[in-house]
């Protein structure tokens, strides 16, 4: 079946630092990706997302371009601010007949703690 | 336009006592979901539905039961609490099934399981 596969972490960086998040999937045909994020004690948000091969999504300084032929969706930010600080998950849909049902595959998720 | 919102926030129980975690959303979804978060492991999908009267089993359904009696309303049973649902229960919507779409997560209830 699907699945996502997301960098060990946690990950610990200072200010201004850049930002690697990896994530690879494994899914049937070519589906649409998506980076959640969870701040301290807060539901998930969708950060970004990119609905075919080669397009770049991007929200709030990050970045993460769907790569087919690598079958990644890394997570980039050039300069991390303390307020970054949280819990990043990679997702894909659901996709059986071409349909999600509202259904979501998420990776372990990535703690990302930024220091001033 | 309060979301999708989760009621209790926090809840502690004892081995085999039952509740129900509230879910409820204002957005006219369809599709909503139930999902529990543990860690190192991600989301994962509990039961999900397409429409009222319409539920489904997603990957880790036993020992919890839902229903859709309206649209607005998902809510999820604990026949019997055990340890192992001890997690952080996540409840979320999306408008319609497309590859694209977004979901909406309400905060979340944290459940203890003594």
């Known amino acids: 079946g699907d699945s996502v596969t997301q960098m060990e972490g946690p990950v610990t960086l200072s200010e201004e630092a850049f930002l690697t998040i990896n994530c690879t999937y494994t899914a049937t045909g070519y589906p649409s990706l998506f980076w959640y994020v969870q701040y301290p004690g807060e539901g998930l948000q969708l950060l970004l997302k990119a609905t075919k091969a080669d397009d770049k999504g991007s929200n709030k300084g990050f970045e993460a371009t769907y790569r087919k032929e690598t079958t990644s969706f890394h997570l980039e930010k050039g300069s991390v601010q303390v307020s970054d600080s949280a819990v990043y998950f990679c997702a894909l849909p659901g996709n059986a007949g071409g349909t999600s049902y509202g259904k979501l595959t998420f990776g372990q998720g990535t703690i990302l703690t930024v220091h001033p | 336009n309060a979301g999708v919102t989760q009621t209790p926030k926090f809840q502690v129980l004892k081995t085999g006592q039952s509740m129900t975690l509230q879910c409820a959303q204002d957005m006219n979804h369809e599709y909503m979901s139930w999902y529990r978060q543990d860690p190192g492991m991600g989301l994962r999908l509990i039961h999900y539905?397409?429409?009222?009267?319409?539920?489904d089993q997603g990957e880790v359904p036993n020992g919890y039961n839902v229903s859709r009696s309206t649209t607005e309303d998902f809510p999820l049973r604990l026949l019997s609490a055990a340890p192992s649902q001890t997690s952080v229960y996540f409840c979320?919507?999306?408008?319609?099934?497309?590859?694209?779409?977004?979901?909406?997560f309400g905060p979340g209830t944290r459940l203890t399981v003594l």
């Open positions: 539905s397409v429409g009222a009267g319409i539920t």
């Open positions: 979320a919507s999306s408008y319609s099934a497309g590859l694209a779409d977004t979901q909406y």
